[in-house]
């Protein structure tokens, strides 16, 4: 290797030409990587309309499996809670509940009411969850903005004849 001499060799001396050389190196192989990756992820999408619940407009599906099952506030309502994407994501998330009343059968009709809430914060978003029937005993909730990470709360007020509410947790990171 040839002697520096002058500004280049204190260049050289603090790393800076071998960190060029080897980022000129790196950069390339992660474009390709890069790229592969994503034929990857669209390949996945594309298959994912096999998993039966797929949507993809959304490129998300729900698991087969409910992530949370718990029982509403006042015991009406027993409560299945999947997202997509799942787990749910710092970002737009959508949530599909299967309801069903203590008898086991599905809880149709309710009117409910979506906030997510940021219990250490005390803030919720403000974009507003859509939520509609799918029937029966389904309801799919949209527009969920989990917008920055940490523990969110899904509060729910579920309306009929009488009303109800729960606010599962969410970790989102
Ligand atoms: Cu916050």
Do not use: K
């Not at 809670?81 to 599905?106: C, E, K, M």
């Amino acid at each position: 290797m040839p002697a520096l001499s002058g500004p280049l060799r204190q260049y050289a001396a603090a790393g800076a030409l071998e960190g060029c050389a080897a980022g000129c190196y790196v950069q390339p192989m992660n474009v390709r990587s890069y790229a592969r990756a994503l034929a990857v992820g669209l390949l996945v999408s594309a298959l994912g309309g096999c998993g039966g619940d797929a949507d993809a407009s959304a490129g998300a599906t729900f698991s087969a499996e409910p992530q949370q099952v718990l029982t509403s506030d006042q015991g009406r309502l027993h409560i299945e809670i999947r997202s997509a994407p799942h787990p749910a994501v710092r970002g737009v998330n959508r949530f599909r509940l299967y309801l069903t009343d203590p008898a086991g059968a599905p809880a149709d009709g309710l009117a409910i009411a979506v906030q997510p809430w940021m219990p250490a914060h005390g803030h919720g978003t403000s974009v507003v969850p859509q939520t509609m029937a799918l029937g029966p005993g389904q309801y799919e909730i949209d527009q969920v903005y989990f917008y920055m990470a940490g523990d969110w709360q899904l509060r729910m007020t579920f309306s009929a004849a009488e009303t109800d509410s729960a606010a599962p947790s969410f970790d989102i990171r």
